[in-house]
């Protein structure tokens, strides 16, 4: 059912679509008129007043599998060179991987299964957006929906990850006082300072849960010009393993900051907590889960689940009562890497399995 041409010419329209994250606008109306003029049921979900996730949900249908998938991407490392590009098979350009390619499969799936006349089928079709930063995309199809399982296409080499890392951001920041750059040495620079605080956290998470990943992702200070900078902050991602004990971790890296305070006087301290999401891990069994398992070995594929890495809208779905599986097209390690890519024919092989799942696991369903 799924038609290869159709799918590259797709997907090669949706990388060529610059959307990072707050400017997905024109991706996500470029795809509303593709499905519409198909013939799909295509609705808008309003997320702010500028952008809406786009729904593909068969009327008078009980949904019990969604297909969820984010159409923005980070920003572009090459803002004059992102688009699409081909060479033996694999293809290039910003999102290829995360997630356009994972997207793509997903929508050349479900307009296969369409088109073939099962149109009141019990899965429903999710393109959000926001997920590369607030995830506030997730967030509002969670407010309105419920789906017992959805399966999001992020990069996983089509390794089916059935456990997911959960995630904590912290925000830490040190205030001194400014004062001539001649002067430095006389008194706590808070850039110092901070550079100390992230090293003793760095030690610490590294010698109590040496399983986390530690990422100093953001560090700034004040303009200061010839001058001792007043003010710094940095954000940190952790990324913590499904079983691991992430109220108790949160707590260590509160005190560890506390600590901190009395060791530079005339300098402030402070930690926030910004985002906490908890990992989880599904058994592996039920129904959707032994669809796959079907689809795997009738395909000859070999069936190896394993924790997803990163953080996701599946943390978020998750927590709202959402049972997700991830798995898509491409690897990890190139997302948000100056050269995307993914192997066309594994985009191919993932709308396949998606379009396949579908059926083994709806049996019921029109046609």
């Known amino acids: 059912m799924i038609q290869p041409q159709r799918l590259k010419k797709l997907l090669e329209r949706m990388v060529d679509i610059y959307s990072p994250s707050g400017k997905e606008e024109e991706l996500v109306e470029f795809l509303r008129g593709y499905l519409k003029r198909r013939g799909l049921p295509v609705t808008l979900q309003p997320v702010d007043e500028n952008r809406s996730n786009l729904l593909v949900i068969p009327p008078e249908t009980e949904v019990r599998l969604a297909l969820v998938g984010h159409l923005d991407t980070v920003a572009a490392y090459e803002i004059e060179d992102?688009?699409?590009?081909?060479?033996?098979g694999t293809v290039r350009g910003l999102g290829t991987a995360d997630m356009k390619g994972g997207?793509?499969?997903?929508?050349?799936?479900?307009?296969?299964?369409?088109?073939?006349?099962?149109?009141?089928?019990?899965?429903?079709?999710?393109?959000?957006?926001g997920e590369e930063e607030a995830g506030d995309g997730a967030r509002q199809l969670a407010r309105q929906y419920h789906f017992p399982w959805v399966l999001i296409g992020e990069p996983t080499d089509l390794r089916?990850?059935?456990s997911h890392y959960g995630y904590v951001e912290l925000h830490v920041t040190t205030g001194g006082q400014r004062m001539h750059a001649s002067l430095a040495g006389r008194a706590q620079s808070a850039v110092e300072v901070l550079l100390n605080v992230l090293l003793s956290l760095s030690k610490d998470i590294q010698a109590r849960h040496p399983e986390t990943t530690y990422n100093i992702r953001d560090l700034y200070s004040v303009h200061a010009g010839f001058a001792v900078p007043e003010y710094s902050e940095a954000w940190i991602d952790l990324h913590l393993p499904p079983s691991s004990?992430?109220?108790e971790i949160v707590t260590e890296l509160e005190e560890g900051v506390a600590e901190q305070k009395g060791r530079y006087p005339g300098v402030d301290v402070g930690v926030n907590v910004t985002t906490i999401d908890a990992g989880y891990a599904l058994p592996e069994k039920g129904r959707l889960i032994d669809a796959l398992k079907t689809v795997y070995d009738r395909r000859g594929l070999l069936w190896a689940p394993e924790p997803f890495r990163s953080h996701s809208d599946a943390n978020q779905l998750w927590a709202a009562g959402m049972k997700a599986l991830i798995l898509g097209p491409g690897r990890l390690e190139y997302a948000h890497a100056p050269q995307e890519e993914v192997p066309f024919e594994q985009v191919v092989l993932a709308s396949e399995i998606y379009a396949e799942l579908m059926v083994e696991s709806c049996p019921e369903s029109d046609g």
């Open 82 to 88: 992102y688009g699409y590009s081909e060479t033996d």
């Open 103 to 129: 997207c793509a499969a997903m929508i050349e799936a479900y307009l296969s299964l369409w088109q073939s006349g099962r149109q009141r089928f019990p899965a429903a079709l999710c393109l959000v957006v």
């Open 160 to 162: 089916p990850c059935l």
């Open 245 to 247: 004990p992430i109220g």
